[in-house]
């Protein structure tokens, strides 16, 4: 039996790697941070009880800021695999909390490639880094290859490119089998809250049940290229597997704006938008409603009150959602991916969207999510 030690496992990627490498036969161990309320709900449907016997999950306290902690839990689990996935992940917050990124982002790695290294583990335990397309920044080249140049534009990209630089040099310099995934965005219905795509599904649930009156967002005009979490931890699992550690860019080719990502969502549920008006005096008004779309999506009981809204705005710009350096548009090439490691996403932007919008409805729709078990009871591979 394998053995993964994954860090940031209560996180959306931490929650599907999981249970993609128990359905694989791993033996899984997850590090997560003490915290004054349970933070487990993404994998509480794989969590046994300590008492179990031949467990294939087992959690460990732990923070990628605490060297010794790392050391002794690596010596302890003895990997075959680390998935480092453990980060301060949120770019705006980044600017409020620069050092504790640097720390976590930077020099969490550094951490655990020096920890592998001292505990001699170099030729049995193989890294996975977690990179980003946030690497690219300002972008050099479009569309971005391993080959196009880095320009990080916050201190989560500045953290994240030490890490990808140092995860390079232990590779080089100790013949670790460490390697960067270059991950443009990945979403999906477990996605934290505050992220532009979750923030938008959310929020058209809540409009469309009559919940919620008008959502504010930053910059309407920037684009990614969008893929599901899902897809992208099947090439995570796929890099370790190679003969020979390597970088590779992880992208659906696809870019699309955050004002066609709320269109597409009003889409998902029968309501179309319309944008005016120009920077921070811009709007989105409901313009339309396929009523027999709305009842099958939403429920038939709530279609009068959303045909109320035909004519309000709905979405509005708050420049306290601006970044003092915006990454004004990413899109991937992964044809090294595509050719060597055989990965081809299984989700367009359409398909992510309708996964996020139905689980968003559900849930707004409390009675009806607990019924189906929330996501604690959902296995996320089925
Ligand atoms: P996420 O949902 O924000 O999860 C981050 C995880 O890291 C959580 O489990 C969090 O714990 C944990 N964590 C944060 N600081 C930590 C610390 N100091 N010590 C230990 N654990 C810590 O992020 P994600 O979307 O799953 O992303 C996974 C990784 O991929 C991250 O490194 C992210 O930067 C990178 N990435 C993400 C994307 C994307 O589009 N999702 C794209 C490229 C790269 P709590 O649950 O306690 O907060
Ligand atoms: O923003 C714009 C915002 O916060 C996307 C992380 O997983 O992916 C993620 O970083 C875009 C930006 O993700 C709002 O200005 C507009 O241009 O969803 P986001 P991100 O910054 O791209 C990369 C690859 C990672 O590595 C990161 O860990 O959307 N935007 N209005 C908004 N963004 C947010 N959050 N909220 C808004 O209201």
Redesign the pocket.
Known sequence: MKVALITGITGQDGAYLSEYLIKKGYEVHGIKRRSSLFNTDRIDHLYQDPHVQDRSLILHYGDLTDSMNLTRIIEEVQPDEIYNLA?M????VSFDTPEYTANADGLGVLRILEAVRLLRLVEKTRIYQAS???LYGLVQEVPQRETTPFYPRSP?AAA?LYAYWITVNYREAYGMHASNGI???HESPLRGE????R?VTRAVARIALGMYTKM?????S?R?DWGHAKDYVRAMYAILQQEKPSDYVIATGVMTT?RDFIRKAFGEIGIKVDFKGKCTEEVAIVTAMDKIRFGETVGEEYIQGMEKRIGEEVVGVDPQ???PT???M?IGDASKAREQLGWEPKYGIDALIKDMMESDLLLMKKDAYIKKGGYRALNYFE
């Open positions: 980060a992940s949120h770019v705006k980003t397309s946030e989560y994240k991950l443009f965005n505050t992220f532009v795509t923030k504010f967002m930053g910059n309407l920037s990614r955050i959602y601006f970044r915006e990454v004004e990413l």
